[in-house]
């Protein structure tokens, strides 16, 4: 049996149409004021697309079944859902361990929250003994796993124990496994976060965020959703919907062409090191990103321009494939202190061979 046949499903269909329908509408009208009264104190039915939306919940709904979650909440983007669950968890003099290196925004967010009272404890997510000597007294951990920019497999299971008997709960930013290589849930973190832009819609089109957990602390973020201005757009849903349906066969074959393209890499006498997170304890499967360390920065920048099927850009998890010097984002590197010849690969949907042989002749002008 196919455990991602709900991916498929769109039900109802009453005219039988292959597609879902989109409630591309602001608003829903009703014929009396008790009905409008009852659906804005009960949200038995929808009234204001900025609370609730049919198209909107169908995406959760999908969401929370991938993530073995009670339900999920979507955003209008990832940096949306973090903002809303940090603001919502978190009261000044909460402290917050982070382990990473984290992604870019959640970064320089938690930074931000100092302003506000609420400190974060910076730490390798492969320090087990530090994080759990951390842990005592502070309010949340924040995990991603993979690790940002060096990819980095966190013993999650562990973590999450340790967070727990510490008293504090779990997030973990899961964007790269797409509810498919690996299920947070299972390994007991308590919420699971998407930026999903990337795998879940799958084609470059879409900004757009998601937390899945249980109910009881996903109400506690819905009102900062809602005050926030932060609830995804029908039309984006409907668009994530149609991406979940290729989800299982598009990430399969990212994983596979950059397989590839790691073990190249890893043999190329130009490349001194290929952070690329292999399948095992935690991940089910390869992804798509992977980093690559060449000689320094000038290295870096002269292998990215001369790549012409791996395009330039931020982001990543669309049917392109793109590069991305830490060079080009001195924030980042200034935070992590990485190395200067350090670029990020997304290895897309295009023809492995071409992909290799554009690799190739990248590199053929460090050697």
């Known amino acids: ?7 498929l499903d769109d039900e109802p269909r009453p005219l039988g149409e292959a597609a879902p329908p989109i409630y591309q509408t602001s608003l829903f009208a009703f014929d009396t004021v008790e ?15 900025r609370v609730d939306n049919p198209t909107v919940r169908q995406f959760e709904e999908k969401i929370a079944r991938l993530e073995h979650a009670e339900d999920a909440l979507a955003f209008a983007s990832g940096m949306g859902a ?7 968890l978190l009261r000044p003099g909460d ?11 959640a970064y320089h967010l938690l930074k931000r929250l100092a302003a506000w009272g609420i400190e974060t404890t910076f730490l390798d997510a492969r320090d087990l003994e530090g994080i759990q000597a951390a842990l005592p007294g502070a309010k949340l951990l924040y995990l991603e796993a993979p690790t940002s920019y060096t990819f980095a497999v966190p013993p999650v299971l562990r973590l999450a124990e340790a967070a727990r008997a510490a008293g504090a709960l779990s997030l973990i930013d899961a964007t790269y496994t797409a509810g498919i290589l690996a299920n947070p849930r299972a390994q007991g973190v308590d919420l699971v976060l998407h930026s999903a832009s990337k795998f879940f819609s799958g084609h470059s089109d879409t900004v757009a965020g998601v937390v899945a957990g249980d109910r009881a602390l996903l109400d506690r973020i819905r009102p900062y959703r809602t005050l926030l201005g932060a609830k995804l757009g029908p039309f984006e849903a409907w668009l994530l919907v149609r991406g979940l ?3 299982p066969l598009r990430l399969a074959r990212h994983g596979e062409t950059a397989s590839q393209l790691a073990d190249y890499l890893e043999r190329h006498p130009a490349v001194r090191r290929v952070y690329f997170p292999r399948p095992g304890k935690y991940l089910r499967g390869p992804g798509s990103l992977f980093g690559v360390e060449l000689a320094d920065e000038k290295a870096a920048r002269a292998f990215a321009n001369a790549l012409k099927h791996f395009k330039k850009g931020v982001s990543w998890g669309g049917h392109e494939s793109l590069a991305l010097p830490l060079a080009a984002q001195p924030r980042v590197r200034e935070a992590y202190g990485f190395p200067g010849g350090l ?3 997304h290895a897309g949907l295009e023809d492995a061979g071409a992909l290799l042989k ?4 990248a590199l053929e002008i460090l050697t």
């Not at 009905?35 to 697309?49: C, G, I, Q, V």
């Not at 554009?358 to 002749?361: G, K, P, Q, S, V």
């Open 358 to 361: 554009d690799l190739e002749h």
């Open 1 to 7: 049996m196919d455990p991602y046949a709900f991916l």
């Open 245 to 247: 349906r290729t989800l």
């Open 95 to 105: 402290r917050v361990v982070a382990a990473g290196p984290l992604y870019a925004g």
């Open 35 to 49: 009905e409008l009264e009852k659906a804005m104190e009960t949200h038995a039915a929808p009234y204001y697309s």
């Open 343 to 345: 670029v990020r690969l």
């Open 82 to 88: 973090i903002a809303a669950a940090l603001l919502a």
